[in-house]
């Protein structure tokens, strides 16, 4: 199944706690496995050329997002990695706030399309993994855009802590979409048309807290802005997630999931346009730094 879609009790949240601890409870699990539906099996979808051609129906992060990244670097704010860029969503918006940009995917396809789409000298795309890239100098802020549940938690997290200046955080960013009217019957499609059998609920900054990886500060939900996309970008959007690469999906599934997903729209009058609400969740926090 792809990401998540969230749905809101309040459009803004805002909420801070620095004086918490990291500590391993009873009920930490530092060693547990991640949840099978973020194998690395799932996370090389990235790499479809389908996906990354779908990735720009993918709703804009809001401007209200960078305000608040902004707003969480330490020192002067010159410098900014990005764990996960992908194709640059998130990447450009960072290059107007701060004067460097590194910028990191594993994804050779990711990364040669967020070049095509802009070349900006204060940002530096690497084709690696957080998990093996040489970093030498100290960030002001790590952010990581729907990105950090496909990587290896143990070593992603004290490799981010190795690369944050002092008192830098690290942003733990997904795009939100207020639950629609079609919510439940648009699981049950994508539940029926999903190579990743294996995915189950889960919450990434839980998970991480749980195996004593992350201690959260704070954290916060953008205001939601309306967006009108046509219906055929819609569902094209979903070709970008997991479990729905077009490259991955059985003969003639790809026809059916649209043609399914095309009734439901109608029945709920979003013809010729799917009328959401859409915006960012944060949190932000300290990774563990290595033992």
């Not at 990235?46 to 129906?57: I, K, M, Q, S």
């Not at 290896?152 to 629609?180: D, F, K, M, Q």
């Not at 490259?247 to 029945?267: I, Q, T, Y």
């Amino acid at each position: 199944m792809p990401e998540r879609v969230w749905g809101f009790k309040s459009p803004l949240a805002h909420n801070t706690d620095p004086c918490r601890r990291l500590k391993v409870s009873d009920h930490s699990r530092p060693t547990a496995a991640k949840p099978a539906g973020l194998a690395a099996k799932y996370g090389q979808q990235f790499a479809d050329a389908a996906v990354v051609e779908n990735y720009r129906f993918r709703p804009a992060y809001p401007p209200e997002l960078f305000d608040m990244l902004t707003s969480l670097a330490v020192g002067d704010r010159s410098s900014v990695l990005e764990v996960g860029c992908g194709t640059g969503d998130l990447t450009f918006g960072l290059a107007g706030r701060f004067d460097r940009v590194r910028a990191i995917d594993p994804s050779e396809a990711m990364i040669s399309e967020a070049r095509r789409r802009d070349i900006d000298a204060r940002i530096s795309w690497s084709l690696d993994t957080m998990e093996t890239v040489a970093i030498n100098e100290r960030f002001d802020l790590v952010v990581a855009a729907e990105s950090l549940h496909w990587t290896e938690w143990a070593t992603t997290l004290p490799a981010i802590a190795a690369s944050l200046a002092e008192g830098g955080v690290l942003a733990i960013i997904e795009r939100a979409t207020e639950t629609p009217r079609w919510q439940r019957d648009l699981l049950a499609i994508i539940g029926r048309y999903s190579t990743n059998r294996d995915y189950r609920p889960y919450e990434l900054v839980q998970e991480l807290e749980d195996r004593a990886l992350f201690r959260p500060h704070g954290s916060w939900h953008s205001p939601l802005h309306e967006l009108s996309q046509p219906v055929d970008d819609y569902v094209a959007s979903f070709y970008s997630r997991n479990g729905l690469s077009p490259e991955r999906l059985d003969p003639g599934a790809k026809a059916r999931f649209a043609d399914e997903l095309h009734v439901l729209l109608r029945a709920h009058d979003q013809v010729p346009a799917v009328n959401l609400c859409v915006g960012a969740t944060m949190s932000w926090g300290s990774p563990a730094p290595r033992s």
